[in-house]
């Protein structure tokens, strides 16, 4: 069974800058996480997805963050405009359904490591 | 708040024992979880245990839950170098949002 594919791998921006990552998951996944995370410290969930559905973004900074799965399976990540702070991990993460909570088990993505200059 | 604590480094030496440990604040935690982070990777799922069980044995790896205390630990036994990562403790709270600690990178002494 193939895993969360994530791209690109890395990425390095001037601030002020766009920046889209993308996220593939597990197949049959309904879940669908986006996680955030800084260097030296654990993933902090930024929006969650259930089929093309946003569950939870109350952790999502909405004036420079977005993201859609609009077909309910690939979804996007988009920074606009980037600022220095935004450097960091971000993680594609999908589960199996179990309701609007999303699947007990997690399984991770490799991450975008994205660099704000 | 919801918080989730570890200590940071933890240095073993191999075919020892190891064991990382966690503390969390919401009593109303469903699950915790351990994850292994190894260097440019994602996240990979060691374990987890549901809240009302106190112990789950996983081939080398064993997991102890005082709820009580809301304290969590991962033992590793016969730690190999492989086994060099940063360990993440994770609890799911009552709204089903995975809280993560800020991980304890493991190193191993030949």
């Known amino acids: 069974e193939a895993g969360v594919a994530q791209s690109p791998r890395y990425k390095i921006i001037e601030k002020r800058q766009s920046v889209a990552f993308w996220c593939n998951p597990i197949s049959g996944h309904a879940t669908l996480y986006w996680y955030q995370q800084i260097l030296g410290q654990g993933p902090k969930l930024l929006i969650q997805f259930q089929n093309n559905g946003v569950v939870d973004d109350s952790q999502l900074p909405k004036d420079r963050f977005s993201a859609e799965r609009l077909k309910g399976v690939d979804s996007t990540l988009k920074i606009q405009p980037a600022k220095l702070e935004d450097s960091a991990v971000y993680l594609c993460?999908?589960?199996?359904?179990?309701?609007?909570?999303?699947?007990?088990?997690?399984?991770f993505g490799p991450g975008t490591r994205l660099t704000v200059t | 708040g919801e918080d989730v604590e570890q200590s940071l480094f933890l240095s073993v030496r191999e075919g020892d024992s190891s064991v990382i440990n966690c503390t969390y604040t919401d009593s109303s935690s469903t699950y915790l979880y351990w994850y292994k982070q190894e260097p440019g990777a994602g996240l990979q799922l060691l374990t987890y245990i549901f809240s009302n069980m106190d112990m789950k044995q996983d081939q080398r790896l064993t997991v102890l839950l005082n709820k009580k205390d809301k304290h969590l630990s991962l033992r590793i036994a016969d730690t190999q170098t492989g086994d060099s990562a940063i360990y993440f403790c994770a609890e799911r709270n009552s709204a089903s949002k995975i809280i993560f600690g800020s991980g304890t990178r493991l190193s191993i002494r030949p």
């Open positions: 993460a999908s589960s199996s359904y179990e309701g609007l909570a999303g699947g007990v088990e997690q399984y």
